[in-house]
């Protein structure tokens, strides 16, 4: 099982980006995939996920209205679009497999995520 996240870098506030995780060595449909952050000093916090079983989206309140999450199953890549992005949003960004299989996908703890990506850095800076 491998995921890789990319699409990190430096973008003024009011700026966009999006992420992607590309996956491998597992079926995707089976997944829910989480999208986490880490900022410096802070502990890791979640970001969004969508569920495997019905495309469920969940955001986490600082985000909502600006990120969006999406999955291509085809081309097994996960999408993070992240719009309006603020000088808080800076942190490391993680793609992660939810452990349990098709079901709703959460937020509420990095511990139901087993398998994570090595991390894309996202700076929101003028």
């Known amino acids: 099982v491998q995921l890789q996240a990319s699409g990190g870098g430096l973008v003024q506030p009011g700026g966009s980006l999006r992420l992607s995780c590309a996956t491998s060595?597992?079926?995707?449909?089976?997944?829910?995939i989480g999208w986490f952050r880490q900022a410096p000093g802070k502990e890791r916090e979640g970001v969004s996920c969508?569920?495997?079983?019905?495309?469920?989206?969940y955001y986490a309140d600082s985000v909502k209205g600006r990120f969006t999450i999406s999955r291509d199953n085809a081309k097994n890549t996960v999408y993070l679009q992240m719009n309006s992005l603020k000088p808080e949003d800076t942190a490391v960004y993680y793609c992660?497999?939810?452990?349990?299989?098709?079901?709703?996908?959460?937020?509420?703890?990095?511990?139901?995520?087993?398998?994570w990506g090595q991390g894309t850095l996202v700076t929101v800076s003028s």
């Open positions: 992660a497999t939810d452990k349990v299989v098709l079901t709703e996908c959460t937020l509420v703890s990095t511990d139901r995520y087993d398998y």
């Open positions: 060595g597992f079926t995707l449909d089976y997944y829910g």
């Open positions: 969508i569920s495997s079983s019905n495309g469920n989206t």
